[in-house]
């Protein structure tokens, strides 16, 4: 390290640290935050001014005196990808340090085989770095669908991409672009967007649960404050949890319940007609027998699963995320009254609100993180 000592290099990113969570904050702000003098705050901001890592974003409103000059992360460089890969298709967003997005891009898949899902992904991102080659972009961070081992960059298995199997994502970007990657899995990300901009960012929870119902289940994990992340970074798969069914059908796992094209088969079961989920939702709010039952049993299947899930990782908060959250209201409270029968604490319940492209920034995020901590600064 040239120049500068550990401790100034710990200061620096502190700081850089403090901007990032709070930003835009003025120098005495953060004087008081860090506990750091007025005279290495203002050598600490020139530096990350002269670096890119900080902007000025203008003056803050006061009463009386001189307006002090507020600093926040530079939204204009130092950017990076992050992608939200699954088998319907890809989604692409370019985040500064962060996890403002700058620019989206989007890409579905004409076939659900490796060859195009890859074709995809390479043209996704060579597209954003062409369109900001005057930009730095440090990472390419992937919130993965599946079965992932994240130490090795690899995604294990995807269920509906026909010949995935151990695909070296990370290795194959790096050596394309010239660019670190890190691939992490998608829920892992969702909860890492909450924890920043979504449930969490004004209430936090040391433990929580997240639940992702649309491209398949998947299920992440916060206990005592930190993301739970497994032997070799492969967590539960709540998906494949055993629950039992109504009218002594025996039992199913969780994903062969909550999906459309389940709720599709379980009401022509019933019915013999044959409809899409959204007409089949329509005709649960008019109160259709079969229609509302449908909705009830996968709301007692659900709430199974979670039981056993509270029962392992007694969460303060579960949130759950993805386009099948938009049913909620019809098996929702089905869900709770099973809870409420099987467990003796059970934890609030939330619809994420956040868009969807959360999977994406949360990659992006993880990644910032790792940014900031490899940073070496040279006066």
């Known amino acids: 390290m040239k120049g500068n000592t550990q401790l100034r290099q710990e200061n620096i990113k502190r700081v850089l640290s ?3 969570k709070n930003g835009p904050i003025s120098k005495r702000e953060l004087q008081a935050a860090t506990g750091f003098s007025w005279g290495n705050i203002s050598s600490v901001t020139t530096l990350l001014m002269n670096e890119n890592y900080i902007m000025a974003s203008g003056k803050q409103e006061t009463y009386v005196g001189r307006k002090p000059e507020e600093f926040d992360i530079n939204i204009n460089d130092n950017y990076i990808i992050g992608i939200d890969f699954n088998s319907e298709g890809i989604l692409l967003v370019l985040c500064d340090l962060r996890g403002r997005t700058v620019k989206h891009y989007q890409l579905k898949h004409d076939k659900k085989t490796k060859v195009c899902a890859l074709e995809n992904l390479f043209l996704l991102v060579e597209k954003s770095i062409k369109d900001n080659t005057l930009k730095k972009i440090s990472h390419i961070a992937i919130a993965m669908q599946g079965e992932v081992d994240t130490q090795n960059g690899v995604s294990v298995k995807i269920a509906d991409i026909s010949d995935w199997k151990n695909v070296p994502i990370c290795e194959k970007l790096k050596n394309r672009f010239g660019i670190e990657c ?7 990300c969702l909860l890492y967007t909450e924890n920043y901009f979504g449930v969490f960012s004004e209430n936090p ?14 299920i992440a994990t916060m206990l005592n404050g930190k993301m739970y992340m497994g032997n070799k ?3 539960c798969e709540i998906g494949t949890t055993a629950v039992p069914q109504c009218d002594e059908q025996g039992w199913k796992m969780l994903k062969d319940i909550i999906s459309e094209a389940a709720v599709k088969q379980e009401f022509f079961r019933l019915t013999g007609e044959e409809k899409d989920c959204d007409k089949i939702a329509e005709a649960a709010l008019k109160g259709n027998t079969a229609a509302v039952e449908v909705f009830k049993r996968l709301g007692n299947a659900l709430g199974f699963a979670l039981n056993n899930a509270i029962g392992l990782l007694n969460p303060e908060k579960i949130i759950l ?16 009254a099973v809870l409420s029968r099987l467990c003796n604490d059970v934890p609030e319940i939330f619809i994420s609100q956040l ?5 994406a920034v949360g ?9 900031i901590e490899g940073l070496e600064f040279v006066d």
């Open 363 to 371: 990659a992006a995020l993880f990644a910032a993180d790792r940014v």
């Open 321 to 336: 995320f993805g386009e099948f959250t938009r049913y909620a209201p019809l098996f929702i409270a089905e869900t709770t």
């Open 182 to 188: 890190i691939m992490l899995h998608d829920p892992d």
């Open 233 to 235: 970074s492969k967590t």
């Open 18 to 20: 403090e901007i990032r």
């Open 205 to 218: 929870a040391e433990n929580s649960l997240l639940l992702r119902i649309d491209h398949g289940i998947g």
């Open 355 to 359: 868009d969807n492209d959360a999977a």
